[in-house]
Each structure stands twice: as C-alpha cells, then as structure tokens.
C-alpha cells in the first residue's frame, strides 16, 4: 500500500484524522483521532477527543469500542468531569487541522459541547442535542454549564527529536471541578 495509501486521512466531518508514519508492518505507527464531528448511527463510535496509539507492533492507547454496547467516554481516552454534569453523546468541532505528506499532522477539536449540560423535555428525557439533519445544535437542549474545553493533538514522524514518534496532547478546560485523564492502555 506504500506506493498508493497517502500517510494521512483526514474526514473533517466526521473529526477523523489517522497519521501513520509507514507501511511496514511492526515498526510503523498509526494515530487516530475522533472529534466525533457527525452525529454516530450505530453503536462503538469512538467520543469525541478520545485517541488510539498504535506502534513498534504493540498498542500504545487503545479505547474499549469493541464493547457491543453504547460507548462511554470512561472507556475511552478523553478527560472527564466525573463531578460536573457532561454530554457524553455531544459532538466536537474541528477548529484546525493540518496534515503533511510523511505522515504528522495536528488537529485542535472545540469540546464544548461534550462540556455543557443537557436540558429535559417535559417529561424529564434528555433533549435532542442536534437537528437531525446537518448537525446544527438545537440551542435549547444545552444547559450553560460554564465550562469550555479545547483538545489538541500533535504527531510528529520527522525524527528530529531522536525518536520514531511524538505524540501530543494539550487540554484546555475551563471551569468545572475535578478533571480525570483517562489513557487505556488495552481493552479489558
């Protein structure tokens, strides 16, 4: 696939991003990131800012998504607020995002969303958070919460720091309580 398959895919409104250094079996890397950008239909859908690290033949971050049921964000690689109410099916925003032809890249996802609070319909049931039909926030199904969140990732395959692959992530989040960052290193 190296002679055909670019190094980077990027589906900008779905937030998928995958930046993977080379073809070549267990001393390649490949990152993946979800913004979660479109409303999911199904199930496993990864949440939006989480991550998986692949790499050297071993996996470095990896989300529970092969669990056959609705997918949480404790299962995956994003922050959590496990004392603030949050909107674990909210989408992410792309807000850059930038690919290179030998595979590194950057993309910042605006999770304000996942961060606000849900309102109820009359009957006590969460709203629908988003028109079925091009994403667009339905305003009233958010509860202002006063908390904002930024997730920002990096990967960098040029060598320069001396090894196979950098990886960053950078959260701003602010307001809310505690924050618990969550890396699964396997499925359990």
Known sequence: PKATLPLTWEARTYGYYGFRNSYDGDQSFLVQVYGRCHPPHGYSVPNAGNFVIWGLGHTWARSMTSLRLHNQRAFANVVLLPDDETNEDALG?????????????????????????ANTDRKGRPMRLYEKYGNVPIEPAFKKSGITGLRAFAVDYSGKSGAPCVFVVVDKIS???????MWRLKDQ
């Open 175 to 181: 307001g809310g309580n505690q924050k618990l960052w």
């Open 93 to 117: 925003h792309v807000t850059y995002a930038e690919t290179r032809k030998d595979g590194s890249g950057a993309v910042t996802f605006d999770l304000g969303d996942v961060y606000a609070a």
